[in-house]
């Protein structure tokens, strides 16, 4: 029940011995995250203790010690890591997810916001051709419940289920994850709202349509851009489960950067109406607000619980 992340996951942080990092490594590993090690070449072969708290879920609830490794290289030597969290300042984004991708790690996730678009565009691209996945920049992260997280998305607001989320915003992540809480969810995917980021909507629309225990996907997007456009069409064709969507900034004035630097309008390209449109033009049911997006969901799956006689849900 889950994409790119999984209880088997191991997890490097890199930057974990700073403040951001320290406060959400500790998250983490409260979420029962596989945190192997952080990364960091001034304090590498020390050890960080963290006394973790337990989660409403019953994990965590003990205390950890985590080495630190010079670099990602070291780290995966060491430990088998295969997913990297990187919470290191704007200006050495770049430089940690290229040694993230040398080091051939299969997942990184880049929590850091305010990286510059040029240093986005060459990390993404090169970590695209050396295998990499990068989930982000600026963005929450990615959690699969009751196994792990990756990144700083709440870990008790919700427990695991049968919805896939995948969403340009942290806090409409967080929110429908709250609304549905009592259904829960397989992964849920915060891919970052930045012009330029490395997993897109349509990447893990695939990932939830070939998961055989995500039942139906939740898509969030906003203003600015075409990729809900082109989602829109990849449903079309090659997605056969249920999607409900959620659009932000129907309110939002024309050709003013709003919140997130890909949310920018011009003309009628990028506007909420014109994303709910093509949505629904390929059967995406799509609310006008959070509450509303999550009664489409529970309408959706209630009457398809009823239909096949699923007793196992109230």
């Not at 850091?112 to 295998?131: C, L, M, N, Q, W």
Request: aromatic residues 4%; charged residues 20%; contains cysteine.
């Amino acid at each position: 029940m889950a994409i790119y992340l999984t209880k088997e996951s191991k997890v490097l942080v890199q930057g974990m011995t700073g403040g951001e990092g320290m406060k959400h490594t500790r998250r983490m590993l409260a979420a029962g995250t596989n945190i192997v090690g952080g990364v960091n070449p001034r304090k590498a072969g020390r050890t960080v203790d963290f006394d973790v708290p337990q989660c409403p879920n019953g994990l965590g609830g003990a205390a950890m010690a985590v080495p630190v490794f010079g670099s990602v290289a070291d780290g995966m030597r060491s430990t088998g890591a295969d997913v990297t969290v990187v919470f290191v300042p704007p200006a050495f984004a770049k430089a940690a997810v290229i040694e993230a991708a040398d080091a051939g790690i299969g997942l990184a996730v880049v929590i850091t916001e305010g990286i510059p678009v040029h240093d986005s565009v060459a990390f993404t691209a090169y970590a695209r051709a050396k295998g990499t996945r990068i989930i982000g920049p600026n963005c929450p992260g990615l959690i699969t419940p009751g196994q792990a997280n990756a990144g700083i998305i709440p870990a008790d607001i919700t427990k695991p289920g049968r919805i896939g989320l995948v969403s340009k915003s942290g806090t409409l992540t967080y929110q429908l994850m709250y609304e549905l809480r009592d259904i829960g969810f397989s992964t849920c995917v915060g891919i970052g709202g930045d012009p330029v980021v490395g997993t897109s909507h349509i990447d893990c629309l695939a990932a939830f349509q070939d998961d055989p225990d995500t039942e139906l996907v939740v898509l969030i997007g906003e203003i600015g851009g075409d990729a809900e456009e082109r989602a829109a069409v990849y449903i079309r064709d090659h997605v056969t489960k249920p999607v409900v969507g959620y659009i932000a900034g129907f309110t939002a004035p024309e050709g003013r950067t709003m919140g997130h630097a890909g949310a920018i309008v011009s003309g009628s390209s990028g506007t909420a109406a014109a994303k709910k449109e093509a949505l629904e033009a390929v059967g995406v049911r799509v609310g006008s607000t959070p509450t509303e997006t999550a009664r489409l969901v529970l309408d959706h799956l209630e009457a398809a619980w009823e239909a096949t006689g699923d007793v196992t849900h109230g």
